[in-house]
């Protein structure tokens, strides 16, 4: 279930109110002096056997946040999506709510399911929202918009499955070398550490738009971009979800197009050509790893190589 709403005892079935049914569950909403005003509650049914409740809570700003609950019996037999899509359209159609939303316990997988299935998006996660014995609880925030196209077409099901499948951080970087071999890395301000030129691709960007982008802004250096060298796991580290590195061919560039470049001084200190030894002394284990690896791509045949923090 989501946030307890504090129901009172159910009284006997079937309430009073106009009755909404997809021909398995029916809902009714409950009239009387029970409810407080702007929250509506409802009795779910299957087969004249009440089941559970769902209540809807508006709020002066057209939204409507959902609570809802299952007798234990009868979990995992689809009725709680079933009732939540029936009141949800009524939000919407005979309401006149502009959003509808439910925010729901992480551990609460089943109540996550019910919510998605309903046709809400999952947004994000509230942390620390709710205060608990032990401390403040984290809630998902699930949503459905009356402007969000039907979950029934190809669309809607195509936005409901991206908000909510995994999303993976991409980072572009370049792997630019000089006549005698050496790489082009650069000195961060935000770390100890030295790493390729380059940074995290945007949403719906290209990584080899995002890789021309981050030299231009970073170096001031417009820098072709070549074929992709190699895919980099990155596994999660030091507050950091895991990501995907993709290094590409920066070709070779004299030493003197340093002399050119404009340094973001919010983010590079220093940027020299270093031999692989220098790249090993000033960058991380796993960057220099990464570094030695598309290297070795460069020199061997096939296509791009896959690596897991450098390593092969």
Not at 134 to 163: C, E, I
Request: glycine share 10%; charged share 30%.
């Amino acid at each position: 279930m989501s946030e307890p709403t504090g129901s009172p005892e159910r009284p006997a079935w079937p309430p009073d109110g106009p009755a909404l049914t997809d021909g398995v569950v029916v809902v009714r909403q409950r009239s009387g002096s029970d409810s407080a005003p702007g929250v509506h509650r409802f009795a779910v049914a299957h087969r004249d056997a009440e089941v559970g409740s769902v209540s809807l809570t508006e709020h002066p700003d057209g939204r409507g946040r959902l609570a809802w609950e299952l007798a234990p019996e009868f979990t995992g037999q689809g009725y709680a999506t079933r009732a939540l899509r029936l009141v949800v359209d009524h939000a919407f159609q005979a309401i006149g709510l502009d959003r509808v939303e439910a925010l729901v316990d992480p551990a609460n997988e089943r109540g996550v399911r019910n919510a998605t299935r309903a046709g809400l998006r999952r947004e994000g996660v509230l942390r620390g929202h709710r205060a608990v014995d032990d401390g403040r609880a984290d809630r998902v925030v699930l949503a459905r918009l009356a402007t969000d196209p039907p979950a029934g077409d190809a669309r809607g099901f195509r936005s409901l499955l991206n908000s909510f499948l995994p999303r993976k951080r991409a980072i572009a970087q370049m792997l630019v070398r000089d006549p005698e071999g050496r790489v082009l890395v650069c000195r961060l301000t935000y770390k100890a550490d030295w790493d390729l030129p380059g940074g995290v691709v945007e949403v719906n960007e290209s990584p080899r738009e995002a890789v021309s982008r981050e030299l231009e802004e970073e170096l001031g250096l417009e820098v072709d971009t070549g074929s992709l060298l190699l895919t980099d796991w990155l596994p999660p580290w030091s507050g950091w979800d895991d990501a995907l590195c993709l290094v590409f061919d920066g070709g070779v560039r004299d030493p003197s197009v340093l002399e050119h470049a404009v340094l973001e001084a919010r983010e590079i200190r220093s940027a020299q050509f270093c031999t692989l030894q220098e790249v090993y002394e000033h960058c991380a284990d796993f960057t220099a790893r990464r570094i030695e690896s598309a290297l070795r791509t460069l020199d061997g045949p096939g296509g791009p190589a896959y690596t897991e923090s450098g390593r092969r």
